[in-house]
């Protein structure tokens, strides 16, 4: 206590001591000009440290010494610094070899430790689906006629015709086949006679009305011989029993005898309107595969008759293929890359669908052409993505194009000399060199190029031209003092000014795609992380490639060597005043004068805040959806069967199939029953349930002395499905078992190691029924606790689980990014209200960006999911650089809005004109990924300009933070002064001198000021005592002398 009472006598004794009882002595001058800044005792946290981080003039200055310094160096040695950047840019480039691409949706959309991503692995790893599955959809005006169904057999033909050049595989080798179950009745019972023996011996227009219920009655539901008859002499006949190629088509009712021979050709060409609606409706049977069978399905856009169920017209009619691949083959070669599908398929089986693919889209000309043809192969997908995922290079070198012209006429000027044609091509060129540099450096990590990669070129050079419009407005910005400097020097200025502010939004760009990188879809990761590389590289190469060839441009304007011919001097040269005004610096002259105004300030508030009130509305009304088939040109074959089938087969909900592996059976009978009936059961999200134990259970009524079937013991459930499975009714599901060894007719079933059923959800209304559906769907199966491995799998079901992590992620990344890009702007821009001001602009941004997207059509998927993260970045740099700009100017708050605006205006206008510049082109693409891009960033570049070109100066000019210079005055304070030995006084007064007398130049005259209190209190006296000290000594800093 003792000791701090001295201590604050000797305080006071100082502030009250007059002036001239100080002297200033030549010893112990101190060697720092600043007094150190002492802190209270306590733990040195987090928050402190960015305090004090985001506050310290010492930081402030660090980084910008550097840049003046990499300024200086890189205009020094600018020779060196482009054989270095060259030398960088190869060492990316050497990993181009690598480059692969990668199409499979269910790689790229699909995360990895998803379910359907598991399951998937786990089949294919386990027992690889062999089925292909090719579909035709015909439509027209009405494809019951005469025509439309000649024109599908010749299609029909045409598929068995194929023959592939290399190696010779046909249809019937690459089919899925199934028995054409040809039993007569005279095989069993000569005494009964099938119901089609008596239809093809009559004429059924001219009987058909008479016949009458004689009709029905006779034509009953055919025998089923299996009952009876198994496996004695039943097995011998079906043994013996062709196969047929599985195809689904309504000519199955012209077939005869389960084929189409010479009298099929006859029926069907000279078939009439009449008769094909009679078939269609009345004879559910085919005569290919000789089953019971319902037509209806095939069609689309069905029209009724009177009394609403018979057909009499229909606009559209299915053509399905059943293929079968050789996965041992598939395994081998580790699927097909002579496409680049890298999908898992055989190349014989590659070579076969890429000939039918040729033929049916051939068929599109076949007459009649109104009749049009819809084409969907099993491999289409993986070949039209493979073809399109390095498109639109000619919008790339036009948009170069675009670009190159705009930023020489910003960069320059309209004389002979000042134009940059020849530095702005070398910005550009860093540019490209960044875009090969990430493309060649992540393929040495193996990291896969997707569709989504196509745009690359077009973000980054949209991004990265902002840099040369920022650094090109400091050196123009310098000034007069620094005018008469050496090049080099003025180079170093013009970085020091530059690169604080292309640090700030380069980083930000940077962060917003790691954190978007660290997302679960494979497909955004890889896109994220070859962007951040590539807005890594291009910030290294504007700051020293483009940064050199700009200085060494500048040798040649003040040179006065001409801007196209560097060789020809301009003697005696003037520039014209055309030339010499800036006409957008004086635009935002003009436009600072106005937006201080208070009626603007409110008009523009009341506009912001209605817009804002717009885009949250937009926000609320946005939707979430994802599908993989708009990656497809919309002009594509398959993305036109997409269409259609959504057209005319709207009321199909996604169908799903059930792999069921390694159940004991007969044991798990009752959960397998358990779940159909819940299955049955869930009507509301189910349409319809297809399986092989539905089936078993009616063919189980024929024999009641084996009792329940859920009590039966394993050898009788074994011989009855054996003899099930080869009965009329169960042979469709044969094919849908997998054994430990073949099944054989008469012998009980092996072991059951796979089983397949399906079934069909309801149509619903986007994921907000779809994802509640599949979750209850995976719980019925999930619930019953196999034995083995019970799983559901659909197509749907993939962009469906994508469509349920999407928002969290979406969610997760924007928060991430945005707390990332607070604390790099709060510590690059070395201020926490400035953060704060410029984070706000951000989220308003962003929230005016995701509003509209609902406006413009736009879903939230998985692109529109990563375009928003990347925005962010984006955002951030026409904040930030107005913020940085306020801060480097003293003054008023409106004055330094006024100077802010007029400084790097421009430069930040320009900069967002040049990205929009950049995609402009992909405005008229098709491409999901083109538009979704063209759109999202255009509304960045709209509303990112508004808000830091308008809103932003507004908030500063009433709430901004005082400026770098003020700060400093007022934040290096002692907590103590001790004047002791003269160690606390500046080098810069004069020694043996009292302070009096270095003071007195400056007092006024007449003025009473005897003691440092009375100095302190006249803070006049001590800013022009601070002035008239640094211009006399003609130094760059200023004087401190604590409270004092």
């Known amino acids: 206590m003792r000791a701090s009472e001295e201590k604050e006598n000797n305080d006071n004794s100082l502030e009250t001591k007059p002036l001239q009882d100080f002297v200033v002595t030549v010893n112990n001058l101190p060697k720092k000009q600043f007094p150190e800044v002492t802190t209270t005792g306590g733990k040195f946290g987090l928050v402190k440290f960015l305090l004090f981080i985001s506050s310290s003039n010492k930081h402030v200055a660090l980084f910008e010494n550097f840049f003046r310094w990499e300024g200086e160096f890189v205009s020094r040695h600018a020779i060196k610094v482009l054989f270095g950047c060259i030398l960088f840019t190869f060492i990316g480039l050497g990993g181009l070899p690598m480059l692969h691409t990668e199409n499979n949706a269910i790689k790229l959309w699909i995360p990895q430790d998803s379910d359907f991503a598991v399951n998937y692995a786990w089949l294919w790893s386990t027992y690889p689906p062999e089925f292909r599955r090719h579909t035709v959809i015909l439509h027209g005006d009405d494809v019951l006629t005469p025509e439309a169904l000649q024109k599908m057999y010749k299609i029909y033909k045409s598929i068995k015709a194929i023959e592939t050049p290399e190696y010779k595989k046909t249809w019937s080798d690459s089919c899925f086949r199934r028995p054409v179950l040809k039993l007569s009745s005279n095989m069993f019972e000569p005494q009964e006679r099938r119901k089609r023996d008596l239809f093809d011996d009559m004429n059924f227009e001219d009987e058909m009305e008479s016949f009458g219920d004689e009709f029905e009655k006779e034509f009953e539901k055919p025998a089923d011989y299996s009952i009876k008859h198994y496996p004695s002499p039943y097995c011998e006949m079906v043994e013996s029993l062709p196969t047929a190629c599985f195809e689904e088509t309504i000519l199955e009712l012209w077939a005869i005898a389960g084929e189409f021979n010479e009298e099929s050709d006859s029926q069907i060409a000279n078939i009439t309107k009449s008769e094909i609606v009679e078939k269609v409706n009345n004879w559910g049977y085919s005569e290919l595969f000789l089953t019971e069978k319902d037509f209806k399905p095939l069609l689309g856009g069905v029209t009724y008759g009177a009394d609403n169920k018979t057909i009499i017209k229909a606009r559209a009619v299915k053509m399905e293929w059943m293929g079968r691949m050789n996965t041992t083959a598939a395994l081998l070669e580790g699927g097909s890359d002579t496409a680049g599908t890298g999908e898992l398929l055989d190349s014989e089986t590659a070579e076969f669908e890429k000939e039918m693919i040729r033929v049916l889209l051939e068929a599109k000309e076949i007459e009649p052409t109104n009749i049009q043809v819809e084409v969907n192969v099993m491999s289409s997908f993986g070949q039209i993505a493979s073809a399109t995922i390095m498109t639109d290079v000619t919008n790339l070198i036009i948009g170069f194009a675009i670009v190159f012209t705009y930023v020489n006429l910003m960069l320059g000027k309209f004389n002979m000399v000042e134009q940059r044609g020849f530095v702005s091509l070398m910005g550009l060129v860093s540019v490209g060199g960044s875009i090969f540099f990430a493309y060649g450096f992540c393929s040495y990590f193996g990291l896969a190029f997707g569709p989504l990669h196509n745009i690359i070129p077009f973000l980054l050079l949209g991004i990265g031209i902002d840099d040369m419009f920022v650094a090109v407005q400091c050196f123009q910005n310098l000034p007069p003092e620094i005018q008469d400097q050496s090049l080099h020097e003025r180079m170093g200025e013009a970085m020091l000014r530059a690169g604080s502010a292309i640090t700030i939004t380069s980083l930000t760009d940077f962060l917003a795609f790691i954190i978007g990188g660290t997302t679960v879809l494979p497909a955004l990761r890889s896109f994220c992380i070859y962007c951040a590389v590539g807005i890594l590289v291009v910030y290294i190469l504007q700051a020293t490639w483009f940064f050199a060839w700009f200085s060494l441009d500048q040798r040649r304007v003040e040179a006065k060597r001409d801007g196209a011919f560097p060789c020809y001097v301009h003697k005696n040269y003037t520039p014209n005043q055309l030339s010499q005004r800036n006409i957008l610096q004086s635009c935002f002259k003009g436009l600072g004068n106005v937006i201080v105004k208070p009626l603007v300030k409110a008009s523009l508030i009341v506009t912001t805040i209605g817009l804002l009130g717009v885009s949250i509305w937009g926000n609320i009304e946005l939707r979430q959806e994802f599908n993989p088939i708009w990656f497809l040109p919309p002009e594509s074959y398959l993305a036109q069967w997409h269409q259609y089938n959504s057209k005319f087969y709207p009321s199909s909900g996604e169908k799903v199939t059930v792999f069921m592996g390694d159940l004991k059976l007969p044991e798990e009978l009752d959960k397998l029953d358990l779940m159909h009936k819940e299955l049955d059961q869930s009507t509301d999200i189910i349409s319809a349930v297809n399986s092989w134990y539905t089936g078993f259970l009616t063919y189980m009524e024929n024999f009641p002395d084996d009792g329940p079937v859920l009590d039966m013991t394993e050898g009788v459930f074994n011989s009855r499905l054996t003899q099930y499975l080869f009965s009329p009714t169960g042979s469709q599901y044969r094919f ?184 402009v082109l992909l405005g008229g693409s098709k491409s999901h990924v083109f538009q979704s891009f063209f759109k999202i960033f255009l509304l960045v570049v709209i509303f990112g300009l508004y808000n830091g070109l308008i809103i932003l100066p507004i908030v500063l000019s009433f709430i901004g933070p005082r400026s770098y210079k003020e700060s400093l005055k007022s934040s290096d304070k002692c907590k103590a002064t001790e004047l002791a030995n003269g160690d606390e006084l500046q080098p810069i007064i004069k020694p043996c001198k009292t302070i009096e007398d270095n003071l007195q130049p400056i007092i006024k005259p007449g003025s009473n000021i005897k003691s440092f209190s009375e100095l302190k209190d006249t803070e006049a006296s001590i800013e022009s005592a601070e002035e008239h000290l640094s211009d006399k000594l003609n130094v760059d800093k200023e004087v401190k002398n604590g409270d004092s």
């Open 736 to 919: 849908l078992f997998q054994y430990e060894e073949p099944i054989q007719c008469g012998k009980s079933a092996p072991k059951i190691q796979l089983s397949l059923m399906d079934f069909q959800h309801r149509l619903m209304d986007g994921p907000k029924e779809q994802i509640p559906a599949m979750n209850r769907a995976k719980e019925i199966f999930n619930s019953k606790n196999f034995s083995g491995i019970v799983f559901p799998m659909a197509t749907g079901y993939a962009a469906w689980e994508t469509d349920e992590i999407i928002s969290i992620e979406l969610f997760r990344n924007i928060i991430l990014a945005m707390l990332c890009i607070f604390l790099t702007t709060w510590i690059l821009l070395f201020n926490f209200v400035a953060c704060l001001q410029v984070v706000m602009c951000v989220v308003l941004t962003l929230v005016n960006v995701a509003g509209f997207m609902h406006f413009w059509e736009l879903t939230i998927d998985t692109v529109s999911s990563v375009y928003l993260i990347i925005s962010i970045g984006l955002c951030v740099d026409y904040s930030a650089h107005i913020a940085h700009a306020f801060m480097m100017c003293p003054g008023r708050r409106e004055d330094r809005v006024k100077d802010a605006l007029v400084k790097i205006g421009p430069a930040v206008l320009n900069g967002g004109f040049s990205t929009f510049l950049a995609f």
